[in-house]
């Protein structure tokens, strides 16, 4: 009988302990999600992960970016165990979700910290260039984002950009590239502009590329003939005036009409 005591004495040990870790857990996501400081911190002192994961899979860290708890992402940024390149269920960093959220501080504080630009799959330059925020994605640029990373789907950068990105954003993924040297960035941008025309409805009849593209002004290439509406266009990449390095492309009336 003594040694059954025991026993269960030690069963109900273990049981108790099992259920305050379990409240411990439910309590770290509720601050988190409230974005109660002082509950989250205390709760983090006396042992909880800082990486422990939701029942949907999200990090503590990736969680309080999805739900806008400012206060409770610094507390588990700063905490020297939390790991900033941890994952959703979906693949997706923290940085990858400030990106697309078009937050620079919070994007800033996670590169500080040492969070990951590339890899394999999705990338927060991709994500960036779906966002509202220009300069989240100079910001990437700046710290050796790579353009040329493509997707699981082939995707890059610029292609989302021109899809749903504002314009600015495609101006700013064209800088530093010398449309001279690169002629499969140039046949990209007329296929790129031909399907942002059929989005906006423009009934193009017939396009033409202009070989690998003629600088016919100073800061200034063509790269296309094309007639729409009747009329004769010259699709070409030019030089913004303020910003030398930045490239838009425009189709232009032309005044000779086709060749």
């Known amino acids: 009988m003594r040694i059954y005591l025991k026993y269960l004495f030690y069963l109900l040990i273990g049981i108790g302990v099992s259920s305050a870790n379990a409240g411990a857990y439910d ?43 400012p206060g409770a992402f610094a507390l588990l940024l700063e905490h020297p165990a939390t790991d900033v390149n941890a994952l959703n269920a979906a693949g997706e960093s923290a940085l990858m979700l400030a990106a697309i959220a078009g937050d620079l501080e919070s994007s800033q504080r996670l590169l500080a910290r040492g969070a990951r630009l590339d890899g394999p799959g999705w990338t927060p330059i991709h994500y960036a260039a779906s966002g509202p925020n220009t300069r989240l994605v100079e910001l990437l640029l700046s710290r050796g984002a790579s353009l040329e990373a493509e997707a699981p789907n082939g995707t890059t950068a610029l292609m989302l950009a021109a899809q749903t990105g504002p314009e600015a954003t495609v101006e700013l993924l064209l800088h530093g590239t010398d449309l001279v040297d690169e002629p499969e960035l140039r046949r990209g941008l007329v296929s790129l502009w031909h399907a942002e025309a059929d989005t906006a409805g423009l009934d193009v009849d017939s396009l033409h590329s202009i070989g690998d593209g003629e600088c016919d002004a100073p800061g200034g290439w063509c790269l296309a003939e094309l007639i729409a509406g009747g009329a004769h266009y010259v699709l070409r990449a030019v030089q913004l005036p303020h910003e030398p390095e930045m490239v838009r492309v425009r189709a232009e009336v032309h005044s000779q009409g086709p060749a």
């Open 27 to 69: 309590d770290f996501f509720k601050a988190v999600i409230r974005d109660d400081v002082a509950w989250l911190r205390s709760l983090l002192q006396q042992g909880v992960d800082p990486n422990s994961r939701d029942p949907k899979g999200y990090p503590a860290l990736t969680l309080a970016l999805r739900r806008e708890s």
